[in-house]
């Protein structure tokens, strides 16, 4: 008898991106299965950088402290060019992280596998682990449309393969899933099941890859380097403890195999990288590393797929749905935002209190953002791929050139700059509340000052994902006049018919309400009285704000007017529970948020006997 089973969500994959998705859901009391190929996680190599925006996002899982403990930091870039006796000498250096908004302004870098053992360790605590080895054979979508449109209902089957120690036999398995997930990879079998294309170009560029322990006089070999000689150029990514990656642009001819014209595996070894490493550095010596950790190669391929998901039942998230090179420094990364982004539409949905159509905003959002990242990895792998300038070739990349590329693609590639476009779940008609406070990027991070006890916050720490929308209401300089006016307000809310009351749904077990309030003042601690706040607005002593300095003077403050917010006015600010901000509104604007949270919510019926 083959064993039948049903389940909400399975995940098919267990590198970062399945991972994300599995805590993500495992936090909001999702009932889901992650399985994977492996009988063990990676063990060395492949991704290994954190941007700023990531480790904001690892943050609101409570799961960053390890990686800023243990991970090295990038601080600094240092840009290296061909100096006039034919060796390599440093034309500048600048900030790694150029967005000004970040709240970690630097990168961390850490092995894959350490990024993994964090969620594993979440999940285990959870009473969670990965199911594997596991290997899926087929998958089936219902075709029937009512079906598809009812949440409840379990409309794909998945056949999976239990591959038995001996590695030869298997034992079957039918899974009935309401949702699937496929984060399997570059070469994921959920995108080809689903006959999904990846659409894009190999370059010619060939690189090489070395974790070691180096030895060498080079001065910058603890900050990231971008280094551009006359034989190739060079990325250095200093890791945790002691070890240093290179990436390295290889010539055909020291890795290609004449005869087939392929990539030849027997020509990839640390020496041949070393030696490669030997040549650029000069006049700098690379002796024999102290430990090789691991070392590959690749050909930058630039790809997205066509669709992310299939009738909003099963969705491909991470390299799955795109790859670009490694020295963007953004596969990771862009990976577990996929199902960062994916993770609290399917909670909500799964719940019945969002209607499906909110999955829709899955692939319109982090298509769109695969494919600016492939057409600025396509423009910044150009650059550092190509010749530098020399005195013999004029029409080479110059210094001013790739610094001026490295500035302007610092928000982007540090994850700050994601700006989502209007949708359901991105309303801008209100911007001019808060000009400052972009619609469809994050919530910018601020101190304020707690008014019950003083002590300073910082705003996104208050922005957890846990499945919440965040509404952020500054109700501004709390005169009597102001004070008037925020009851009032807080008066129309208590209307069953506002959108508050509608859409609200009290905690239930594991699942959160629907609504967190933080209400943010004007003015100074000594003049504000927290207990002056209606409590609809302060559900919790600990969530009335201050927009004013600590007491050491040293931080907070200045918030109204940096975010362009008007404190004779009362304005709403709707932090999605993926630190987005969806939506902002003046108090007189009530219907525009019923209308935005009507869009996607379903309304709670009322008991009229309640």
């Not at 392929?262 to 000069?282: C, G």
């Not at 600025?376 to 790739?402: C, I, Y």
Request: aromatic share 8%; proline share 6%; glycine share 8%.
């Amino acid at each position: 008898m083959v064993k039948e089973s049903r389940v909400d969500v399975l995940i098919i994959g267990a590198g970062p991106s399945g991972l994300m998705c599995a805590n993500a859901l495992a936090v909001a009391g999702v009932d889901f299965r992650i399985i994977d190929n492996r009988p063990i996680g990676v063990a060395a190599g492949q991704a290994d950088g954190i941007q700023p925006r990531t480790i904001e996002v690892l943050q609101s899982y409570d799961l960053a402290e390890p990686l800023l403990k243990e991970g090295a930091q990038m601080h600094l870039c240092a840009f290296y060019n061909p100096g006039p006796d034919g060796g390599i000498e440093r034309t500048g250096r600048a900030a790694d992280v150029t967005a000004p908004t970040a709240r970690y302004p630097f990168k961390i870098t850490i092995a894959q596998a350490s990024i993994e053992a964090l969620f594993i360790e979440s999940l285990k605590s959870q009473g969670i682990s990965v199911d594997r080895p596991i290997v899926p054979s087929s998958l089936e979508i219902s075709q029937d449309p009512e079906e598809l449109l009812d949440p409840s209902s379990y409309p794909v089957k998945v056949v999976l393969d239990h591959i038995l120690p001996s590695g030869t036999t298997t034992e079957q398995e039918i899974v009935h899933a309401k949702f699937v997930l496929g984060a399997d990879g570059a070469h994921s079998w959920v995108r080809k099941t689903l006959g999904f294309t990846m659409d894009g170009e190999q370059t010619d560029y060939i690189w090489g890859v070395i974790d070691f322990i180096p030895d060498t006089d080079f001065p910058d070999i603890r900050n990231r380097a971008a280094i551009h000689s006359s034989n190739g150029s060079c990325m250095i990514i200093p890791r945790e403890g002691d070890k240093v990656r290179f990436y390295l642009q290889m010539a055909d001819k020291d890795v290609m195999d004449p005869e087939t014209g392929r990539i030849d595996k027997n020509k990839v070894t640390a020496e041949n990288l070393i030696n490669t490493a030997r040549k650029t550095f000069y006049p700098y010596t690379v002796n024999e590393p102290k430990e090789v950790d691991w070392c590959s190669i690749y050909i930058i391929g630039q790809r997205v797929a066509s669709k992310f998901s299939k009738h909003e039942r099963v969705f491909i998230s991470g390299d799955a749905c795109h790859t670009h090179s490694p020295k963007a420094g953004q596969g990771m990364n862009a990976s577990m935002n996929d199902t960062h982004n994916l993770a609290w539409k399917l909670a909500q949905v799964l719940r019945g209190r969002a209607d499906i159509s909110l999955l829709k905003t899955y692939e319109l959002e982090r298509q769109k953002y695969a494919q600016d990242l492939i057409d600025f990895d396509r423009e910044f792998s150009a650059l550092f791929s190509g010749k530098p300038r020399t005195s013999d070739n004029q029409e080479g990349v110059t210094h001013e050139q790739f610094l001026r590329a490295f500035q302007a693609s610092g928000g982007f590639s540090s994850g700050i700059g994601v700006h989502y476009m209007p949708s359901a779940i991105v309303d801008t008609i209100h911007q001019s509340c808060a000009p400052n406070i972009i619609i469809g990027e994050r919530m910018l991070p601020q101190i304020f000052v707690r008014a019950a006890d003083a002590r300073p916050v910082e705003i996104q720490d208050m922005l957890p994902a846990d499945t919440r929308f965040k509404l952020l209401l500054f109700v501004g300089l709390l005169t009597s006049e102001q004070l008037t006016k925020v009851r009032r307000f807080a008066e129309e809310l208590e209307l069953p018919t506002s959108f508050l009351q509608k859409y609200n749904y009290p905690a239930e077990g594991k699942a959160q309400s629907m609504f967190d309030i933080i209400s943010i003042t004007a003015g100074h601690k000594d003049d504000v009285n927290f207990l002056d706040v209606p409590p609809t607005f302060r559900t919790h002593w600990s969530k009335v704000l201050i927009d004013d300095m600590d007491v050491t003077g040293r931080s907070g403050g200045g918030a109204y007017a940096r975010f362009g917010i008007d404190e004779t006015e009362i304005t709403m600010v709707v932090v999605r529970p993926d630190g987005y901000v969806g939506m902002i509104a003046p108090s007189t604007a009530l219907e525009s948020m019923d209308k935005y949270f009507g869009s996607f919510l379903i309304g709670k019926t009322f008991n009229p006997r309640e």
